[in-house]
């Protein structure tokens, strides 16, 4: 990982250009536009947008929903690049922290990639190079025949210890799902490291936010154990750092949806998340409570850009405004790309 | 052809033999063609319900599938895919129904838990679950229709071939076979007839020679009298 959180932070140049990208975001009328076009159109609309660079470098290799997809990709990592470029001091390192979740997908993709013995052009299409991992590294990871060479590719970086201990596993059981879990254990377990133990008031929302997406994240997965019925420990995705419970408490709610709901509806996010636990209760699914839960760290970290204009939460306002736009596109794109109606692609669009 | 047949009462209980036997296959057939008929009947039906199961399926893992690319992006969900280890397995045994060999289609590994899929938790979400959990069911279902579509094809053409068994025996060997007694009985009787008559002819004409005889020595007996010699008495 690079060391650039040393010295002083640029909060008013990083903050005054991330209000100025977050003002040229799609807005709701774009999205109604949107849900309206063919894949054709929307590729057309994209064009004279933010996604022109992107739309032409691509054109000519990929078409349809593809086009949209690996187009959205390239500039929200073009994007969050900007945002590392800009950023010196401690503000980079807030919002590096939060944008390493690129790596753990690109290393991610890695491993899944030599799993499966896909092209290394396949792999390489699926990155989303918003991440700290340098150009070089990447090279490095897709050039990897083996698990082996792959984890050696990322030493010196959080993935690196995590990997290699999970190594024993996966060539013992042969399965990927230790590894993955490594990944995201690296990336969360470093997400919280290091950070100020007396902080100003916006690097404590911060630290709130961050503890929130750890809270919602150990939400998702005690809810899917939960509902799946599998025969997992709950502890093996537990994600330490969130307020809403320890590992002990997951363990015994992921055998009790109904338990876990109470719990949640008794929690700081109980408000938030009432209408979705209701739906849960209803059977509707567990799409809904996790498109709640976005929703909610999105309102959330809204609310925090414009408390504390001139802090890191502006920043980590636009990232989770920025991925939720690429997300909407490629809902829109892909929805009507499979021939879903006007009002399903709506229903699943998270716009605040 | 019944004139090539020799009319002989050994050809006709040949015949009556062979007509004996066909009549029976021809019972036994018809009552395997019914029984076929019932039991295709009832794959029928359930090869429609399957069928029609296999479609709803189908749109729905469609659907899951459409919204898990749309809402987690297409990398996404290939990843996911791209981790499952343990890919489904088709064993095929065979049972028998009236006579016809049809497959039985064991599957193992299809119907997977969370842990089983081979990708994360941590990573993934609820609608990439969805959409694995929607194509395991579907292709539970298509190989189920895969054993009752095979069996129903191969009991439609067992039951054509039967069908066309006792349409064979009824229409062509059993009037054949019939035609042919019918004719050797015929020419039967017409050898009887005319051996009778030709018995009758030799009798007569065996009688005629022996009144013809009788006459004759009648006539000599009568001669002998009248040429007897006169004596001297007289």
Request: contains cysteine; hydrophobic residues 35%.
């Amino acid at each position: 990982m690079s060391i650039q959180n040393q010295g002083g932070s640029n909060y008013e140049y990083v903050t005054a250009r991330v209000r100025s990208r977050r003002a040229r975001l799609f807005d709701e009328d774009d999205y109604r536009k949107l849900t309206r076009m063919g894949t054709g159109e929307i590729a057309r609309f994209m064009e004279e947008s933010e996604y022109e660079t992107e739309m032409n470098a691509l054109g000519s290799r990929h078409s349809g929903g593809d086009l949209i997809e690996y187009a959205l990709n390239r500039n929200l990592a073009a994007n969050f690049e900007d945002l590392l470029r800009w950023a010196d001091g401690r503000l980079y390192d807030y919002t590096a922290r939060y944008l390493r979740k690129f790596d753990a997908w690109n290393v991610k993709t890695t491993l899944r990639g030599i799993y499966s013995d896909a092209e290394r052009g396949e792999v390489e299409d699926d990155f989303i190079r918003a991440g700290e991992l340098g150009e070089a590294r990447l090279n490095r990871l897709l050039d990897a025949a083996s698990m082996e060479e792959a984890i050696e590719a990322l030493r010196g970086t959080m993935f690196h210890g995590p990997l290699t201990a999970a190594l024993e596993i996966y060539e013992e059981h042969g399965e990927l799902v230790p590894l993955e879990n490594a990944v995201d254990r690296g990336f969360y377990g470093r997400l919280l490291e290091g950070l100020p133990e007396e902080p100003d008031r916006a690097t404590e929302l911060y630290i709130e936010f961050l503890r929130a997406e750890i809270d919602f994240r150990n939400l998702r997965n005690a809810f899917r154990l939960a509902y799946s019925g599998a025969d997992i420990d709950p502890a093996d995705y537990y994600i330490d750092g969130g307020r809403l419970f320890d590992e002990g408490d997951l363990r015994q709610l992921a055998s009790n949806p109904d338990e876990l709901a109470a719990r949640v509806r008794d929690s700081p996010y109980g408000e938030d998340l009432d209408a979705a636990l209701d739906g849960l209760e209803r059977a509707e699914g567990l799409v809904g409570f996790e498109n709640a839960l976005d929703a909610a760290l999105l309102e959330y970290s809204d609310q925090l850009s414009n408390r504390y204009p001139l802090s890191v939460c502006p920043v980590l306002g636009y990232v989770l405004a920025k991925e939720r736009e690429v997300d909407n596109i490629r809902a829109v794109a892909r929805g009507r790309e499979a021939g879903l109606g006007e009002d399903e692609i709506s229903e699943e669009l998270v716009i605040l | 052809m019944a004139k090539d047949v020799k009319p002989t009462r050994k050809n006709l209980m040949a015949i009556e033999d062979r007509i004996e036997l066909s009549e029976r296959g021809h019972d036994t057939l018809e009552k395997k063609r019914d029984g076929l008929i019932m039991e295709f009947m009832d794959i029928l039906d359930q090869a429609q319900d399957v069928r029609d199961q296999m479609d709803d399926r189908y749109e729905r893992a469609q659907r899951a599938i459409n919204m898990a690319r749309a809402m987690e992006g297409d990398v996404s969900v290939r990843g996911a895919a791209a981790a499952l280890k343990e890919h489904p397995e088709i064993t095929t045994q065979s049972k028998n129904i009236m006579g016809v060999v049809v497959p039985q289609i064991e599957s193992s590994k299809v119907k997977k838990s969370l842990d089983e899929r081979g990708y994360g938790v941590v990573g993934t979400s609820a609608r990439i679950d969805e959409a694995a959990e929607a194509y395991e069911e579907l292709l539970e279902t298509i190989i189920l229709a895969a054993e009752v579509e095979t069996a129903m094809k191969k009991m439609l053409t067992e039951i054509e071939t039967t069908k066309r068994r006792v349409n064979a025996l009824e229409f062509t060997l059993l009037p054949q076979l019939y035609e042919n007694q019918e004719y050797i009985e015929q020419k039967l009787e017409e050898q009887e007839r005319e051996e009778i008559f030709r018995m009758k002819k030799i009798k007569a004409k065996k009688e005629e020679e022996e009144s013809a005889a009788r006459a004759e020595a009648e006539e000599e007996a009568e001669d002998e009298e009248a040429e007897e010699p006169v004596t001297a008495d007289d």
